[in-house]
């Protein structure tokens, strides 16, 4: 059977908001959140729309993407003003688009507005988009994104920023005309810390991520091999001398509910398609390379060789049903509440939702959900 791969589709301000809660209390249910991705997969309104909902039916948190086609500060920016209690994340904020100072004025402007909600999301993107869309070569990624991390964290302490390595050089000494000093965040301090998350999927930069970061944002993550994706994590945990209850694992799932799962996956499966085929290259795709280390990869490759050569349609139909599955949630009333049971069972705190089909319907199967 051939499938449709269509354009994306498509579905306004409020009242100042207040603090939100986000206790990661050993034995909690899973919490639950909702991605809203980037135009044009969710248009701009779309995603106001979706996190005013999110918000009145007591999701947890609500994340924004960006990519060539949209940056998410703008957008967490608006979201400050008509949300009220539901915590902003970014999923992620593109490390090659932005020098770490400026990341962090930006994480302390949106954390005062929305009264201590903000998380702050990084990823580095992969080769192709980093050298293709930034500019900026995808050269050693495990202290790139470590020294990143440093930078922010010292501007969000309010200390005098003076971080001299082998990535950044911040103030840039003896360069230029000589005039640069070690500058301070000239906000006032959070009052709550901003949680730093990662979006990675490599072993290296997810034990990494165990290490340094509060929280790990894994895509296309597989309940099924949740044993192998989230040892490396354990590693950088145990490496750290952390808790693991000092990270949370909030993976981003693609979901859709229909009648039939058959249709669900349809709505679901261009996303998957785009990713699979086109984020990346043949050299180099993160995603298909996921894929192969869960035994999809034949699918993964066919998609992407039809995906490059022009043919969308195409590249929707080689994945199976089976890989779609594996790395998403295609849902009917009935299986919805066993699909969500995977995920916590597979040590998930925090399942970050990415909604397709009718996106109302199953937010509020999954509030209900999560009352009962």
């Known amino acids: 059977m051939r499938h449709e791969c269509p354009a994306p589709t498509s579905t ?3 009242r100042r908001p207040t603090p939100a809660r986000n206790d990661n209390t050993e034995g909690a249910a899973v919490r639950l959140g909702v991605a809203v991705a980037y135009w044009p997969w ?3 309104k779309e995603q106001i729309d979706i996190a005013r909902l999110a918000d009145e039916l007591g999701f947890d948190s609500v994340w924004v993407a960006e990519t060539w086609g949209q940056e998410a500060v703008s957008v967490l920016g608006h979201l400050t003003a008509v949300t009220e209690r539901i915590r902003l994340g970014a999923a992620v904020l593109q490390i090659p688009a932005r020098q770490p100072t400026a990341v962090a004025a930006a994480a302390a402007t ?44 010292a501007a969000l302490s309010g200390k005098p920023v003076d971080h001299q390595g082998e990535q950044w050089a911040i103030p840039a000494y003896g360069q230029g005309l000589g005039q640069g000093l070690p500058f301070k965040l000239l906000a006032p301090p959070a009052d709550r810390r901003v949680p730093l998350y990662l979006g990675v999927s490599g072993a290296r930069t997810v034990e990494q991520a165990g290490a340094l970061a509060d929280g790990w944002l894994p895509f296309l993550f597989s309940p099924d091999h949740a044993q192998e994706l989230t040892a490396p994590l354990l590693r950088g945990i145990e490496k750290a001398g952390r808790d693991r209850s000092d990270v949370d694992v909030a993976p981003i799932v693609p979901m859709a509910l229909a009648d039939d799962v058959a249709t669900a996956r349809d709505q679901i ?12 290259s043949q050299e180099k795709n993160f995603y298909v390379d996921l894929a192969d280390r869960y035994g999809h990869g034949a699918s993964a490759r066919a998609c992407q060789e039809r995906f490059l050569a022009g043919d969308r349609r195409g590249a929707a139909a080689e994945l199976s049903d089976d890989l779609i599955d594996l790395v998403s949630l295609p849902a009917t009333d009935g299986t919805l509440p066993e699909g969500l049971a995977r995920y916590e069972e ?11 089909g009718n996106r109302a319907r199953l937010l509020r199967a999954l509030a209900a959900h999560r009352r009962a």
């Open 12 to 14: 306004s301000p409020r």
């Open 42 to 44: 969710f248009r701009l």
């Open 110 to 153: 949106l954390n005062d507005l929305s009264a201590g909600r903000f998380m702050l999301g990084l990823g580095l993107s992969g080769p192709q988009v980093s050298e293709g869309w930034y500019g900026v070569p995808f050269t050693r990624p495990l202290a790139r994104t470590r020294e990143y991390l440093e930078v922010v964290r």
């Open 269 to 280: 499966r261009p996303f998957i398609t785009f990713y699979l085929g086109g984020m990346g």
């Open 346 to 356: 597979a040590g998930a705190d925090t399942v970050i939702a990415m909604p397709f």
